[in-house]
C-alpha cells in the first residue's frame, strides 16, 4: 500500500539557518509528490509538487525539494529559514494519478520551530 | 486565488447530538471535494469523497452512516456527523478541487474543530 513516512516529528532550526524536511515514500509507480504548509487558522498550501521532468522542484516562499527515485525521498530544503516559516510541514503522494480521484496520501507532518 | 471557506471554525456539542460542517468554494466551482479527518500530531486521514449531485465515496473503516456527506451544489458540500460521540472529536478538513484538475489543483479549507463532550 502506498504510504508516506516523514520521520522527524519536531525541528527546531535558527533563523537564517538552513533547513532540510525528510519524506520517505512507498509507491508502486511513478509518485506524484508534494508539499504542503499548514498554519493555525489556515488551509494547508501547496508549496511544491513532482509530477515528472527535472526532479529538483522549486515552489512557493523560496522552498525547493529533490526527487530521488533511488532512496524513494522527496526532501524539503530551505537555504535561509525565517521566522514566519515556522508551521507544520506536510509530505503527500497522489494516490491515483491521472484519474478522477486525485487522493492524496499524507505523511504524519513535521512541526517547524524557529529560533530568533 | 481559490479560497475555501470551512464553517463552523470550531463547535462544541453534547454526545448523541449531530452536527453539521460546511465547506464552500468561494471562487470557483468544485465537482470534487474531499472530506479528510486530522488527530493532533497525526496525519490527514482521508474520509470520503464527495462528488456534486452523485453519492459520496467513503474510504474503508469509515461510517457513512455515521457522516453525512451532501454535494448539493459546485460551491457546497456538507458533512454531518450524527449522533456525535467523544471519539468524533477531531478536527475536520475539506479540500475541493477546481473544476477537473489533478491533485495540484486541490485547495484546502482551514478545518473545523469539533470537540464532543
Known amino acids: 500500500a502506498q504510504s508516506v513516512t516523514q520521520p522527524d516529528i519536531h525541528i527546531t532550526v535558527s533563523e537564517g539557518a538552513s533547513l532540510e524536511l525528510r519524506c520517505n515514500y512507498s509507491?508502486?509507480?511513478?509518485?506524484?509528490l508534494f508539499w504542503y504548509v499548514q498554519s493555525p487558522g489556515q488551509g494547508l498550501q501547496l508549496l511544491l509538487k513532482?509530477?515528472?521532468?527535472?526532479?529538483l522542484v522549486q515552489g512557493i516562499k523560496g522552498f525547493e525539494a529533490e526527487f530521488k527515485r533511488s532512496q524513494s525521498s522527496f526532501n524539503l530544503r530551505k537555504p535561509s529559514v525565517h521566522w514566519s516559516d515556522a508551521a507544520e510541514y506536510f509530505c503527500?503522494?497522489?494516490?491515483?494519478?491521472?484519474?478522477?480521484?486525485?487522493?492524496?496520501?499524507f505523511g504524519t507532518g513535521t512541526l517547524l520551530a524557529v529560533q530568533p | 486565488g481559490a479560497v475555501v471557506s470551512q464553517h463552523p471554525s470550531w463547535v462544541i456539542c453534547k454526545s448523541g447530538t449531530s452536527v453539521k460542517i460546511e465547506c464552500r468554494s468561494l471562487?470557483?466551482?468544485?465537482?470534487?471535494m474531499f472530506w479528510y479527518r486530522q488527530f493532533p500530531k497525526q496525519s490527514l486521514m482521508l474520509m470520503a469523497t464527495?462528488?456534486?449531485?452523485?453519492?459520496?465515496?467513503?474510504e474503508q473503516g469509515v461510517e457513512k452512516d455515521k457522516f453525512l456527506i451532501n454535494h448539493a451544489s459546485l460551491t457546497l458540500s456538507t458533512l454531518t456527523v450524527t449522533s456525535a460521540h467523544p471519539e468524533d472529536s477531531s478536527f475536520y478538513i475539506c479540500s475541493a478541487i477546481r473544476g477537473q484538475g489533478r491533485a495540484d489543483t486541490q485547495y484546502f479549507g482551514p478545518g473545523t474543530r469539533l470537540t464532543v463532550l
Open positions: 513532482y509530477f515528472s521532468g527535472d526532479t
Open positions: 509507491y508502486g509507480a511513478t509518485p506524484y
Open positions: 503527500a503522494v497522489g494516490d491515483d494519478y491521472g484519474g478522477a480521484t486525485n487522493k492524496l496520501i
Open positions: 471562487d470557483f466551482q468544485a465537482t470534487t
Open positions: 464527495s462528488n456534486e449531485g452523485s453519492k459520496a465515496t467513503y
